[in-house]
Every structure is written in C-alpha cells, then in structure tokens.
C-alpha cells in the first residue's frame, strides 16, 4: 500500500464548475497534510496546508480532512483555465516527523 | 525574500559519468530536502538534513548518490556513475522547521537527462 494515494487522472472539469481532488493516506498518525500544485515544467507550489479535522478555506480553495477515514480532499470552485495543472497532496507522517511524502499526484483540465 | 536557487538548471550526461547540484536554501531555513521527480510521478525524498545533519536518507541510492550539506547552508548532490535510470528532475527544497509538519518550498529544479 503507498503512504500517499491520488488518482492519476486526468480529471476533465468544465469552466467555472468545482473540481474535487481526493487523497488517502497510510498512516493513521499523520499529522499534517497539504496541497502543492504543479504547473508542466515548473516546481512545486503550495497550495494550501491544514492540520484539523473539517474544513479550511483560503479564497476559491477548500482543504477538507478526515483523519477517522484518512482523507483530504480539496475543492475548487469556480475553476478557471488557469487552474489546469498537477496537484500534489503531502503528507508528514507520523512515523517518521521530519519527512514529508508526496502522492503520485493527480492531473487536472479545466476545459472551457 | 530570496527562495530556494538551484544549478545547474539542465544537464545532459552520458550513462556512467558523474553529474552535481548545488542548492542554496531560504535564508534561515534549518531544514533542506532533495527530491527526485521522474516524469508523471511525485517527488520522491532523497535526503533531509537538518543544518549540517543528515536525518533521513532511506531511500537515497548510497551506491551511486552521495550529498553533503557542509556548514548548514549549501548543499549538493552528486550521482557518480549516473544510470539512465536516474534522468529526471532533481528538486531541491527547504523549511524553516526543525522537523515535518511545516511548509516546505521548492527551487526550480535541476534537470538531468542521461544518454
């Protein structure tokens, strides 16, 4: 089983519709999770980050979490052109704090 | 605020000669990281340190790979001899914490194509 799971995609999402982006993770003790978007070519970017159980909202970006099913999510609403990329969800497991692991992420289109 | 830099941005090698990075992290950030990004995965940890401390280094081919992080700032990578197998983006990224659990940012990345 990998520590960090995505769906590889692609996910197609019309203009201006929510693109939900899944995650699942390994292990149960993990503590902080985050979202890095990757546009072709370029390095990962922070996206959002978050530590609770629930939701957090930064602008069109909600990180939801779920630590009993060891999941996040994260939705985007209104989505735009701009927001075709990768996105990678990470992890910091409790198994070893100082790391922090990277899903194979998953490949987003906004078609418009 | 400077961010991670990286050198060099490209290189090409031949199969079984030697290749190096350099990475300057964020000021004051205690905590550096390379990742190895092959096309269509995630990055993969390499090696932390922590200043001039290596921390995790599980999955760093220590037959082939070597970093060092001398004085706690600057660090490189080197891969002697370099296999086909290793072309991919070498990321190198840093944190202000001591530990996980806090934001980590990336450089540009070198990447390196083995003929």
């Known amino acids: 089983q990998k520590e960090v799971e995505q769906n590889s995609g692609p996910l197609s999402v019309p203009e201006g519709a929510i693109a939900s982006l899944n995650c699942t993770y390994s292990d149960r003790g993990s503590q902080s999770f985050f979202w890095y978007r990757q546009y072709s070519g370029k390095s990962p970017e922070l996206i959002m980050f978050i530590y609770s159980n629930g939701d957090k909202e930064d602008g069109r970006f909600t990180a939801q979490l779920n630590k009993a099913s060891q999941y996040v999510s994260l939705l985007i609403r209104d989505s735009q052109p701009s927001d075709s990329a990768t996105y990678l969800c990470a992890v ?21 | 605020e400077a961010g991670v830099a990286q050198s060099p941005r490209y290189k090409i090698i031949e199969k079984r000669q030697s290749v190096a990075f350099w990475c300057n992290p964020i000021s004051g950030h205690a905590t550096l990281y390379w990742y190895q990004q092959i096309l269509g995965q995630g990055p993969k940890l390499l090696i932390q340190f922590q200043n001039n401390g290596v921390v995790d280094d599980s999955q760093l081919p220590k037959d082939r790979f070597s970093a060092e992080r001398l004085k706690g700032v600057d660090s490189t990578l080197k891969i002697q001899p370099a296999k086909l197998e290793d072309s991919a983006v070498y990321l190198c990224a840093s944190s202000y914490a001591r530990t996980g659990g806090n934001t980590i940012y990336f450089g540009e990345g070198s990447w390196l194509t083995v003929v």
Do not use: E, H
């Open chain 1, 92 to 112: 910091n497991p409790l198994s070893s704090a100082s790391k922090i692991i990277f899903g194979s992420g998953t490949r987003l289109s906004i078609r418009p």
